[in-house]
T-cell receptor, first 115, second 112 residues
Framework: EPEVTQTPSHQVTQMGQEVILRCVPISNHLYFYWYRQILGQKVEFLVSFYNNEISEKSEIFDDQFSVERPDGSNFTLKIRSTKLEDSAMYFCASSIAGISYNEQFFGPGTRLTVL | GQQVMQIPQYQHVQEGEDFTTYCNSS?????IQWYKQRPGGHPVFLIQ?????EVKKQKRLTFQFGEAKKNSSLHITATQTTDVGTYFC????????????FGQGTTLQVKP
């Protein structure tokens, strides 16, 4: 069964450093998402992406964040200058279509620890 | 902004007991989705409800969508240890977006 993959599984970085989290969505999916989950809390939407541009972003997704689809398979989330409060699990998800009637398939997540 | 709330936050049950989690949205939803997250895992889609008053069953799991499409529930009959995890409801911000607003989740512990 196709699945979303994410690398690395765990990233430790110093405050102020840049990190890039990588995702490979399911191959025939067109919509891609990033969510984050601070330990013990709910899943929060960050951004959705379609046709090589951002469809929607949340208030969390400020200028420190960017997304990119550098080739036909990868989808990346970059945090330019990490802060302590960026420590969280980051989930990539994909769906066949962007309308809300399609289930989203989540990757296993990248645990980001900012020291 | 739109809020999705879930209760209870935690539930401990003895294996074989029933379990219910409730989800309420501050706005009418076009549909509601349920996800399960095992400890240390990622959210996994369980089901989507679209119609007002809809009821769907998956083996021991029963999902309901309220008549006003603002609330939903998940009921598990005769829990098993494999049911352990956090159950999230999630509603789209609108019918034209994939953005999901998640509830806080209900964490279910099952004692064997």
């Amino acid at each position: 069964e196709p699945e979303v993959t994410q690398t690395p599984s765990h990233q430790v970085t110093q405050m102020g450093q840049e990190v890039i989290l990588r995702c490979v969505p399911i191959s025939n999916h067109l919509y891609f998402y990033w969510y984050r989950q601070i330990l013990g809390q709910k899943v929060e939407f960050l951004v959705s992406f379609y046709n090589n541009e951002i469809s929607e972003k949340s208030e969390i997704f400020d200028d420190q964040f960017s997304v990119e689809r550098p080739d036909g398979s990868n989808f990346t989330l970059k945090i330019r200058s990490t802060k302590l409060e960026d420590s969280a699990m980051y989930f990539c998800a994909s769906s066949i279509a962007g309308i809300s009637y399609n289930e989203q398939f989540f990757g296993p997540g990248t645990r980001l620890t900012v020291l | 902004g739109q809020q999705v709330m879930q209760i209870p936050q935690y539930q401990h049950v003895q294996e074989g007991e029933d379990f219910t989690t409730y989800c309420n949205s501050s706005t009418t939803l076009s549909n509601i989705q349920w996800y399960k997250q095992r400890p240390g895992g990622h959210p996994v889609f369980l089901i989507q409800l679209v119609k007002s008053g809809e009821v769907k069953k998956q083996k021991r799991l029963t999902f309901q969508f309220g008549e006003a499409k603002k609330n939903s529930s998940l009921h598990i009959t005769a829990t098993q240890t494999t049911d352990v995890g956090t159950y999230f409801c999630a509603g789209p911000r609108s019918s034209n977006t994939g953005k999901l607003i998640f509830g806080q989740g209900t964490t279910l512990q099952v004692k064997p």
